[in-house]
């Protein structure tokens, strides 16, 4: 079996572990850190907008707010045309903001109340709300963010775009949708997943000089694995290695009407490397899989006694693609899950198992989609959007195995572990497919010698970051399933788009 190299990833935070290092770390005197915040800030601003000569800050009621002010405050010195923009109930309300505040003015600076508009400035810097969000914005912060959207102006947000849930990933109302967003101190959970992923733009960090110690010590609610993360996922293969070596992948799916489900599965397992790949199919959908795939190995199914040689020869067994809820689909999904052998189940083997009294074992991988999750759960699709990380934590549980949370910033759940988000991806892969071939990638490196959770992980890094390499060369629109076959490949060497390893 290959030696996987293990996933390292960058760790994630809650508000709670930032408001806990604030003090720490900004020793005796508080206001340092925020000082440095609205200096880290303004020099963002210039590096991505260097002749930006007129800027609109918008500052909130706290300390998010009192960022703004201190980057106004330095954008005023340095000569440019600034205004600062606030809700007339939007006056400082924390001791730093005010004091913030006071220096801005106190240095000629101009504060304005928003009267239904904010202008036409080279940039528009967001500091209303960050992390201190305690409920949905409405009403004239609504108003506010609307007109922000309707100037069409970019967008820099201060630690988080306001309205967005830097916790949960959920946006609970209005927020502003930023065109990049500094975080500060310690990357955000919520930034990484869900609905925040339509608001924060590119994402940046100014640590704030947070001491190593400081960081070490706050508590991770989850990882973040990105395309750059990937390559050092993957060892090369030893020399002397055969195609036993490099895993037995059974797929079981494709009722009437559905075999291209199994059929891309079965492909995306020999893309990612699968020594061996078993097709258990209706059998109409032998022959057109032989034309598309000479290299698996289909079997038309017609009874559930024809899997069992099938099943004793896997390593692993992928099922649910296509399997359809009829008859065939039922009885093929209770044979499967009767031998013990590691599964992935998706897709209609989700629903199956929904509607049965069985459950997975703890080294199997389940691959719902919100919708599916939702089913499982007794919830509904927006409870589960409303809080990623406690729907992937709960479904884990309940099911005591590995759960992918699919959607924007999927997340990878194991019992008793910190949850992992894959930062890549795109809408284009919102396509039917496009799941039969993530099921086939990790059913391939979990029959490469991969734990449950590492081939989860890294079977749904790899599968988004060639969606991303497929939608670089044709755009997102009209992308297909299979146009990602050939980058699984590649990047399954550790091979980036240019050719490097
Ligand atoms: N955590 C840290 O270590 C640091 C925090 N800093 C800044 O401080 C921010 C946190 O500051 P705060 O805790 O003061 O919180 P925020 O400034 O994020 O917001 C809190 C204020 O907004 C109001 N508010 C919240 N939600 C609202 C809503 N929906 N509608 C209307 N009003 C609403 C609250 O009543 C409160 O007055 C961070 O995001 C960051 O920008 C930085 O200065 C640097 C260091
Ligand atoms: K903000």
């Keep these: 079996m290959e030696q996987p190299s293990p996933a390292r990833g960058t760790p994630l935070y809650d508000a709670a572990a930032l408001r806990g290092v604030e003090t720490q770390a900004a020793g005796d005197d508080g206001f340092a850190l925020m000082a440095k915040a609205g200096q880290a800030a303004w020099r963002e601003l210039l590096r991505h907008w260097p002749d930006a000569q007129t800027l609109v800050v918008v ?86 963010f609307a007109a922000i959207a309707a100037s069409g102006r970019p967008v820099l947000s201060l630690d988080v775009p306001s309205g967005v849930d830097a916790d949960h990933g959920r946006v609970p109302g209005a927020a502003i949708v930023a065109t990049r967003t500094l975080q500060f101190i310690a990357p955000h959970a919520g930034l990484a997943t869900g609905a925040a992923l339509e608001h924060v733009g590119r994402l940046s960090l100014a640590t704030l000089d947070l001491p190593a110690h400081l960081r070490d010590a706050m508590a991770v609610v989850a990882t973040r694995f990105d395309a750059d993360d990937l390559s050092a996922m993957f060892a090369p293969r030893p020399r002397n290695t055969h195609k036993g070596a490099s895993g037995r992948v059974l797929c079981i799916g494709g009722d009437s009407g559905k075999g291209g489900a199994v059929m891309l599965a079965a492909e995306a397992a020999l893309r990612s490397g699968a020594g061996l790949v078993a097709v258990a199919t209706q059998p109409l959908h032998v022959a057109p899989l032989l034309a598309r795939c000479p290299e698996a190995m289909p079997v038309g199914i017609t009874s559930a006694r024809q899997l069992d040689p099938m099943l004793d020869t896997a390593d692993v067994v992928a099922i649910g693609p296509g399997l359809g809820q009829g008859d065939w689909g039922r009885t093929l999904f209770e044979r499967a899950l009767s031998r013990g052998k590691p599964l992935v189940l998706d897709a209609d083997a989700l629903n199956l198992l929904a509607a049965s009294a069985r459950l997975p074992s703890h080294d199997d991988i389940l691959t719902p989609h919100p919708g599916e999750a939702a089913r499982l759960l ?114 399954a060497n550790g091979t980036t788009p240019g050719g490097a390893r």
């Design 59 to 144: 500052c909130g009621p706290g300390n998010n707010g009192g960022d703004g002010y201190v980057l106004a405050r330095h954008a005023h010195a340095s000569g440019r045309t600034v205004r600062v923009l606030r809700l007339a109930t939007h006056a400082p309300k924390t001791p730093l903001a005010r004091r913030a505040c006071d220096e801005y003015e106190a240095a000629g600076g101009v504060v304005v109340e928003f009267g239904g508009t904010v202008g036409h400035p080279d940039v528009i810097v967001d500091a209303v709300f960050g992390i201190g969000l305690s409920r949905a914005a409405d009403g004239a912060a609504a108003e506010l």
């Design 378 to 491: 007794g919830i509904s699709v927006a409870e589960v959007q409303a809080n990623r990380y406690a729907a992937a934590r709960l479904l884990c549980q309940a099911m005591g195995c590995v759960v992918v949370l699919k959607g924007a910033g999927t997340l990878v759940a194991a019992p008793d572990t910190t949850p992992r988000v894959v930062s890549a991806g795109n809408p284009g892969m919102a396509v039917g497919g496009m799941g039969d071939v993530l099921t086939g990638c990790i059913a391939a490196l979990r029959a490469q010698g991969r734990d449950a959770f590492d081939a989860a992980t890294t079977g749904a890094l790899l599968h988004a970051v060639a969606g991303d390499d497929a939608a670089g060369e044709g755009g997102e629109r009209g992308l297909l399933p299979s146009d990602l076959l050939p980058h699984l490949r590649r990047r």
